[in-house]
């Protein structure tokens, strides 16, 4: 089985390095927002995934 999108973000958020507050700044959100995101409490909107795979360097490609 392949991870999705939310095991992807939160490997990559630790790879990084990043906190939740620092990402929060780049994302244009809270920290408790990105914290939702990581327990999977709520989901993202596009745009937001979008900027979330900017601030990680990663490519948002289709589901086939």
Same mark, same amino acid.
């Given at each position: 089985? =392949? #991870?999705?999108? +939310?095991?992807?973000?939160? @490997?990559?958020? =630790?790879? *990084? %390095?990043?906190?939740?507050?620092? +990402? @929060?700044?780049?994302? %244009?959100?809270?920290? #408790?927002? $990105? @914290?939702?995101? *990581?327990? %999977?409490? =709520?989901?993202?909107? *596009?745009?937001?995934?979008?900027? $979330?795979?900017?601030? *990680?360097? +990663?490519? +948002?490609? #289709?589901?086939?």
């Amino acid at each position: 089985m =392949k #991870p999705d999108f +939310l095991d992807i973000f939160r @490997a990559r958020v =630790k790879q *990084l %390095g990043l906190t939740q507050t620092e +990402l @929060a700044r780049r994302v %244009g959100t809270s920290q #408790p927002t $990105i @914290a939702n995101y *990581l327990n %999977g409490r =709520k989901h993202p909107t *596009l745009p937001v995934v979008e900027r $979330i795979c900017r601030e *990680l360097r +990663l490519r +948002l490609t #289709p589901h086939r």
